[in-house]
C-alpha cells in the first residue's frame, strides 16, 4: 500500500491538532473544516462519482440536525458525550427518509434531478418552520449545552468530526473500489449503455444516494448538538449546498482526496474571513465569483487537471520526442 | 362554495403572474437546453430595481417595466456570452447548471449588500384596492398583473412565430445541429434567447413586487416554484407551461383557502411529485414538445 | 418449426405523425444469423430500440423464447440474454477496456456489494480480450481506442453475459476493410458456439455471405424474407431501394 503510509500521517496529523493549537476561534475554524470535508465527500458520491447535481443536500443536513435535537427533546438523555452515540441512528433515518426522494427524482436525468433536489430545500424549510408540534417552527430547538471545559469545549466535536470524515473517506474508498464504484462511473459516462449492459442502476443510484445523505445527515447531528439550537434558516441553509458543490468541483469531482482539498481550501478561507470581518453578505459574492471562475478555468478540478499533466509528462518522457514526431 | 371560487379566480390571477415568469425560463431551457436557476433571482432583482424606480422617482411599477426590461436583457444575453458560452464541453449541460445557480448567487449577494435583507413590497396607492364582481373580489393589480402578463406572453408568442428571429430560435429549439447548418448563429440566437427570458422576468418582478413581499433571499422559494411548473409543464413547450402555471395558481389558492395558507406553497412540490412519480417527462411533456 | 427465439407480431411506434414502424412481424430462428436489410429510414433502429426496451412501442407484441414481454426493459432484457450494440460504438471511456467488460457481466444488484471483478469474471473478461486481439490495452482508458477497436470492445463486451441473441446495429459501418473481416470472423466464431444474431447492416456483401435468412424492411413494416439469393432478386425489395 504505497497510499497508507500518508494517509495515515494525515489523519494522525488531524488528530493531533487539537494540542498543537489550543486558541478556540481556530479550533472552531478546523471544526469545520473537517465539517466541510465530511459533506464535500458525502456529496461527491452522488454528484462525483454517479454525476447527478444534487443542489438539496442542505436538506438532509437539516433533517440530520433536526433528528438529533429531537431524539432529545424526547429522550432528554443528558449530555456529554452521549449524543454522539445516537449518530449511526441519526445517519439511517436520514438514509431511509432520502430513499423515496431519490426514488422520485432519478426516474429523471440530471436535469429534473436538480430541479427536484432544490425544491427538496424549501420543502426542508416549509416543514421545519411549519411542524410546529415537532420542530417548534420559527423558535427553534434548544439542546442541553454539554458540560465540556470552556478551554477544550471544540474537541469532542472536532474528534466526532474527525470520526466521520474518516468514515466517509473509508465509505468513498470502499465505492470506488467495489463494484458499485463501477456502476456509478458508467452510469456517470452514459446511463443508457449501462442499462443496455445489465448494470442494475436504479439500486447503484439509490445505494450512491443513501450512503451520501446518510453521512450528511451526521454531519448536521453533531453540528447540531456543537450548536446546542438550532433554527429552520440556518438548519437548511442553501449556502451549505453551495459549499458542498463548489469544494467537490474545486477539488475534483470523482476523486476520493478532491472534495477533501477542496474542503480544506475554502472552509478555512471562509471562517477566517467571516471571523475576521464578519461580512456573510460577501459570502456570497465570494461563493458566486470563485464558482464562476473554477467552472471556467478549472472545470474538471484540481486533482484530475494535475494527475493528467503528470500522466502526460510521463508518457513523454517515455516514448521519447522522435516518436512523438510520428505521430499524424 | 362561494370561498371556493374566490380562491380559483385568485388562483387564475395569480397563476397568470406564475406563466410570465416560467415562460421565461422555458424560453431559455428550450434554446440553450440549461435549465435556468437564476430566473428567481432575476425576478427578485427586477422587483427590485422597479421599486427603487418607484420609490426614488415615483414612476409607476407598470411603467417600471420598459425601463428595467431593457437592463434585465442586456444582463441576460451577458450572461449568457461570457459565462455560458465559453463552456463548450462534453459535460457542459451540467456546468451550465451550475452556472445559472453561481449567477442567482452572485445576484442574491449584490442584492443583500445594497438593499440588506429587510423585506419589502411596492406599495403603489393602488396596491389595496379591489373592484367586486358578483360578490366576488378581485384586486386591482393582480388584474393588471395577470393582463399584463397574457400581454408579454402575446407578444412573445408573436416574435416567436412571426420574427426571423423566432424562426431561428424555433430552429434552434428542434433541432440545434441543422439550424446551424441553415446559417442561424447558435450563439447569438442563445445569447438573445437568454435575454429574452431574462426581460420577461423584468415584467414579472414589477408585478410580484406589488403582490409579495420580498427580499434578496426570496429567490429560493421562487426558483423551486418555477420549476415545478416547468416541469409540470413539459420542459420546454411554451403551452405546457401557460397551463401549468394555471393549474398551479388554483390548485394552491384553493388549498390556501381551504386547508391552510400555511400548505399552500407545499402543493407546489406534491403536485410535482405527484407528476414525477407518473410521467417523469411532465404532463404535457410529449405532446406539447416542439411547440414552442 | 420450433418457436422462433425473438418474435415480433405488428410491432407498432409513431413519432409525432411519422410511423417509424408500423406493423411488423418476423421471427429470428435460433442458431441463425438473421440479415436485418432496408433503406434508410425503414425503421431498423427504431426497430431494435423497441426490441431492447429503449423505446415502448405503441402497438404489437415482442416475445423473447416464445414468452411476450408486456414491459421490455434493457437491463432485464440483457440479463435473459438479449443484448445489442449500437450504431455508434458506446463504451465507458473513462473506464479502462477491461473495466467495460467486467461492468457487463450482469450480475443482479446485490453484487454492487461486492468486488468490482470477482475472479470468474476477471478470468473471463481477459480471455474475451484475448480472443478480439485487445489484451494488451486491457489497462487502458477506453477513450484511447480507435473507432473499429471501440466497436470490437463494445461487441466483446456484450459476450460477458454470455447472450443467447445478439443484436448488431451496423457493425462494420465505417470501419476499415481489415476490421471488416475482423467483426466477421468473431461473428462467424460466436455463431459456431451457438449465438444467434440479428444484424442491421448496409454492407451487401457481408450480409449476402454472412446472413441467412434476410429480412427486408421498408417504412416501417416487412417486404421480404428468405434466403439472401431470393431476396436478392425480389422485385419488393429492388423496388424499395431503388426509390421506385
Known sequence: MRTAAPVAGFVALLAAFPFLVTAPWLMTIALFTLMYAVLASAWNLVGGYAGYPSLGHAAFFGLGAYAEAIWFQHHGIGSGLAPFAVLPLVGLAVAAAGLPVAWIAMRTRSDVFAIVTITLLFVAQTLAYNLRGITHGAQGMAMPVPDFAPATFERPFYYAMLALLVFALLLSWAVLRSRLGLALLAVRADEDKARGVGVPVGTAKLGAFALSVGITGMAGGVWAYYLSFIYPQFAVDPLVTIAMVLMVFLGGRGTLWGPVLGAFVIAPAQQYLAYQYGASQLYLLGYAALFVLVMLVLPRGVLPTLADRWRRRRLRADVGPEVAVEQP | ?292 | ?244
Open chain 2, 1 to 292: 362554495m362561494h370561498e371556493t371560487i374566490q380562491a380559483i379566480i385568485l388562483g387564475l390571477l395569480t397563476g397568470g403572474v406564475y406563466a410570465l415568469m416560467a415562460s421565461g425560463q422555458t424560453l431559455i431551457f428550450g434554446v440553450l437546453k440549461v435549465v435556468n436557476l437564476a430566473q428567481g433571482a432575476l425576478v427578485i432583482l427586477a422587483a427590485y430595481l422597479s421599486s427603487s424606480l418607484f420609490v426614488s422617482f415615483g414612476i409607476d411599477p407598470f411603467l417600471t417595466v420598459p425601463i428595467v426590461a431593457p437592463a434585465l436583457f442586456l444582463l441576460g444575453a451577458a450572461v449568457q456570452w461570457c459565462l455560458l458560452r465559453p463552456l463548450h464541453r462534453s459535460d457542459a449541460s451540467q456546468l451550465s447548471l451550475l452556472v445559472t445557480f453561481a449567477v442567482a448567487l452572485g445576484i442574491e449577494g449584490v442584492l443583500t449588500l445594497v438593499y440588506k435583507s429587510d423585506y419589502r413590497t411596492i406599495q403603489p396607492s393602488y396596491a389595496n384596492r379591489s373592484w367586486t364582481v358578483a360578490g366576488y373580489r378581485i384586486g386591482e393589480v393582480r388584474l393588471a398583473a395577470c393582463l399584463l402578463s397574457l400581454a408579454v406572453l402575446g407578444a412573445l408568442a408573436l416574435l416567436l412565430g412571426r420574427t426571423r428571429f423566432g424562426r431561428a430560435v424555433r430552429a434552434t429549439v428542434q433541432n440545434p445541429t441543422a439550424a446551424r447548418l441553415l446559417g442561424v448563429e447558435g450563439d447569438r440566437v442563445a445569447a438573445l434567447g437568454y435575454g429574452l427570458g431574462a426581460a420577461t422576468a423584468a415584467a414579472a418582478g414589477a408585478v410580484y413586487g406589488m403582490v409579495y413581499s420580498f427580499n434578496p433571499n426570496s429567490h429560493y422559494d421562487l426558483i423551486s416554484r418555477l420549476l415545478s411548473i416547468v416541469v409540470l409543464g413539459g420542459l420546454g413547450s411554451l403551452g405546457g407551461t401557460v397551463v401549468a402555471a394555471l393549474a398551479m395558481g388554483v390548485v394552491s389558492a384553493l388549498v390556501g383557502a381551504l386547508i391552510s395558507p400555511v400548505w399552500s406553497d407545499f402543493s407546489f412540490f406534491v403536485v410535482l411529485l405527484a407528476v414525477l412519480l407518473v410521467r417523469p417527462q411532465g404532463l404535457f411533456g410529449a405532446r406539447l414538445r416542439g411547440a414552442l
Open chain 3, 1 to 244: 418449426m420450433t418457436a422462433p427465439l425473438l418474435e415480433v407480431r405488428g410491432l407498432g411506434k409513431r413519432f409525432g405523425g411519422v410511423a417509424a414502424v408500423d406493423g411488423c412481424s418476423f421471427g429470428v430462428q435460433r442458431g441463425t444469423v438473421t440479415g436485418l436489410i432496408g433503406p434508410n429510414g425503414s425503421g431498423k433502429t427504431t426497430l431494435f430500440n423497441l426490441v431492447t426496451g429503449y423505446l415502448r412501442a405503441d402497438a404489437g407484441q415482442i416475445l423473447l423464447d416464445g414468452r411476450r414481454i408486456a414491459r421490455p426493459d434493457p437491463a432485464r432484457l440483457y440479463r435473459r440474454g438479449l443484448c445489442r450494440t449500437f450504431q455508434q460504438p458506446r463504451v465507458f471511456p473513462d473506464l479502462t477496456v477491461l473495466e467495460n467488460l467486467l461492468i457487463a457481466s450482469g450480475h443482479r444488484w446485490p453484487a454492487l456489494a461486492g468486488p468490482r471483478a470477482r475472479a470468474g469474471d476477471r478470468a473471463a473478461g481477459e480471455a474475451l480480450l484475448a480472443e478480439f486481439g485487445l489484451a494488451a490495452l486491457a489497462a487502458d482508458p477506453a477513450e484511447e481506442l480507435s473507432y473499429g477497436q471501440r466497436k470490437l470492445l463494445e461487441f466483446a463486451a456484450l459476450l460477458m453475459s454470455a447472450p443467447a441473441l445478439v443484436l448488431l446495429d451496423e457493425p462494420t459501418a465505417g470501419v476499415n476493410p481489415t476490421m471488416v473481416r475482423t467483426m466477421e470472423r468473431h461473428i462467424r466464431a460466436r455463431h459456431a458456439t451457438g449465438t444467434t444474431f440479428l444484424v442491421v447492416e448496409h454492407d451487401m456483401g457481408l450480409v449476402m455471405r454472412l446472413c441467412d435468412p434476410v429480412v427486408v424492411m421498408d417504412g416501417g413494416r416487412v417486404i421480404a424474407q428468405g434466403p439472401p439469393g431470393s431476396v436478392q432478386t425480389d422485385p419488393r425489395v429492388l423496388d424499395a431501394y431503388l426509390g421506385g
